[in-house]
């Protein structure tokens, strides 16, 4: 008895264009969480700071300083992460403009044009283009 399983269909170039277009507008997302984050935790490292700085019990101290170097770590943490999602989004925009200058002549919806378009131009705002290399 021979199993045969049916592979799903290549995606096509419509579907490409807006998986692609999709990713674009989450990495640019997700690169703005991580500025967020990095300015949220710099509060949060200045408190534990202040926490240190004004403890007087010296094993209490060493707590507040213990908590003091973690909170760094993550800021370390959370600032390598940009230009990672930097390189991430430039990647992915890159392919975008590819799939869009490969398909321009022959895209049926125009929409998803437009949505890959701005994606381009917010993804552009974020990191430079990889032209401008």
Known sequence: ???????APA?????????????????????EIY????ADQQV???EYHQRAVNETDANKRKTCDADLRKQ??????????????????????????????????????????ASAQEAIAAAGNVVPSSKAK
Do not use: F, S
């Not at 008895?1 to 592979?7: D, G, H, P």
């Not at 600032?79 to 895209?107: C, F, G, S, T, W």
């Open 1 to 7: 008895m021979v199993i045969t399983t049916k592979r």
């Open 11 to 31: 995606p096509t170039a419509q579907t490409q264009l807006k998986i692609k277009t999709g990713a674009v507008n989450r990495l640019v997302k997700e690169r």
């Open 72 to 113: 760094n770590e993550v800021l370390e943490e959370t600032v390598q992460m940009v230009p990672h999602m930097e390189r991430r989004i430039r990647d992915a925009m890159q392919d975008l403009e590819n799939l869009v200058l490969a398909m321009k002549d022959n895209i049926e919806d125009v929409g998803a044009l």
């Open 35 to 38: 500025v967020k984050e990095i």
């Open 44 to 46: 949060r490292v200045e």
